[in-house]
């Protein structure tokens, strides 16, 4: 444990890095913050000033793929100055302590840093059978989970998993997990969905958290607006393609390989909210857009649950049958047209055979 | 659709058909409220109906048995029938109203989160987090319309029929 005076800027010198790299981290938050010019310098003030920002980490139910994409961030400092900001506390998986070594941590940072550290939690508590699900340290995650939030400042939720549910969530959910505002309910959470979540999204966080000592404006849904604002679809840059009509119809077809727009193929990008097209994955590289497959919607709620990646429309169980919303429509629409076709006809005839009754009526007084 | 895409704006031209008969849709819709505010009674008839009435049932009954050759005599009034007006109601009215809502809360996600649109109307957001799913009902609300004005349509040709005298069969 350092002291509460250590700040961000004296740890990662000790650690080697030049003040140089430290400035061009500064500047490439701000930008990726959606800043102005002098944010870079107040970022920097604020890290070379403030007490480091403590931050506890949690692993509930999941994957740790959170964890692997933020160590693949693009710039080589966001990931070895927040490790180290991150791990110098708690991390079970990256840190170097174990045990009850580990766990003293935990309640130490506590107890010091009573409502001024932030609690990331990567995964969820699984709730059925009282928790037994996810056992951590001994103890259902869900205590360890509602025990450190109990004394946090605010809550990051890593992930889909943390926001939504993700997979483990997924219908039928045996285990009963639950995303983290299902179960603490009296702090503020952040929500950083994705599965993972951006690299640069999670560290900018962070940083932005640090630097002005509050939480970013949230959008309706709990995610941070500067990354969460915008769909992946209005800024794909296969956008025009998407305007112009150009549709890739197979996956080996001629405008595959020319690389048109991928709605027809299910992509996800229209509704969903990420920052993945501007930002991408591993330090840049890439996308599922770039790499010719639709987007999967990984970031938005029940993405598990809203039928085939490969398709726009959520399949609809109530009917019995998995069917989607145009299947069912033209199903009802062909029974109606037929039904009033049925009536009609009848109508019809019952027309001409009442024709008889009429015709007396009518021949009588000619 | 060859060529490049700065020539082509083919699925913009369709959105932008889409996007404006869903604005004439909208302004439409809210003069017949007007409308309904202002007409007389029958004007009001799709948006109120007495359904806690005994009167209303027993009417609904007679057309329902109009319609399927029961009786020779519909119920002669003037304005929508009751059986029509249930179904104006909850095929039309509602419709209407739930395809209006939810199709100016996703054209609120591409204008923008600080559009008026999703500041009006991303509160549907909130019932559905995931917009794909508001997506596929704003699919269905299509589809139930389509329904509707097949019987619609349907109905209103045959009543012209039978009432003046076959002209048409």
Known sequence: ?????????????????????????????????????????????????????????????????????????????????????????????????????????????????KGRYVLAVEGNPPLNEGGMFCIDGGKPFVEKLRSMAEESMAIIAWGTCASWGCVQAAKPNPTGAAPIDKVITNKPIIKVP??????????????????????PELDRQGRPSMFYSERIHDKCYRRSHFDAGQFVEEWDDEYARKGYCLYKMGCKGPTTYNASSALRWNGGVSFPIQSGHGGFGCSEDGFWDKGSFYDRLTTIKQFGIEENADQIGMAAAGVVGLTVAAHAAITAV?????KPDRAPHKSKPS | MSGEASG?????????AHFSAGYVLSIGFLLRIYWALIGNARAMQIFWVPLWRKCFWRE????????AFLTVESER????????????????????????????????????????????????????PNSQDVHTWHHLGLWVIVAFALVHIYAVVREDACRAGASLL
């Open chain 1, 1 to 113: 444990m350092s002291g509460a005076t250590e700040t961000f800027y004296s740890v990662i010198r000790r650690q080697g890095m030049t003040r140089r790299s430290f400035h061009k981290f500064c500047s490439l938050t701000a930008a990726s913050l959606g800043l102005g010019p002098l944010a870079a310098s107040s970022i920097a003030n604020a890290l070379e000033t403030k007490p480091r920002l403590p931050v506890i980490w949690l692993h509930g139910l999941e994957c740790t793929c959170c964890s692997e994409s933020f160590i693949r961030s693009a710039h080589p400092l966001i990931k070895d100055a927040l490790l180290s900001m991150i791990s110098l506390d708690y991390d079970d998986t990256i840190m170097a302590a174990a045990g009850h070594q580990a766990e003293a941590i935990l309640e130490e940072t506590r107890a010091k840093y």
């Open chain 1, 194 to 215: 994705g599965c993972p979540p951006i690299a640069e999204v999670m560290s900018g966080l962070v940083t932005f958290i640090t630097t002005f000592g509050k939480l």
């Open chain 1, 350 to 354: 019952k027309r001409m055979t009442h």
């Open chain 2, 8 to 16: 082509n704006f083919l699925f913009g031209y369709i959105r932008f």
């Open chain 2, 60 to 67: 609904v009954y007679h057309e329902i048995r109009w319609y």
């Open chain 2, 77 to 128: 009034s003037i304005g929508h029938n009751r059986l029509a007006q249930l179904a104006m109601f909850f095929m039309f009215t509602q419709t209407i109203t739930f395809m209006v809502i939810t199709g100016f809360a996703l054209y609120g996600q591409g204008a923008g989160t600080d559009s008026w649109q999703y500041k009006l109307f991303g509160w549907v957001f909130s019932i559905w």
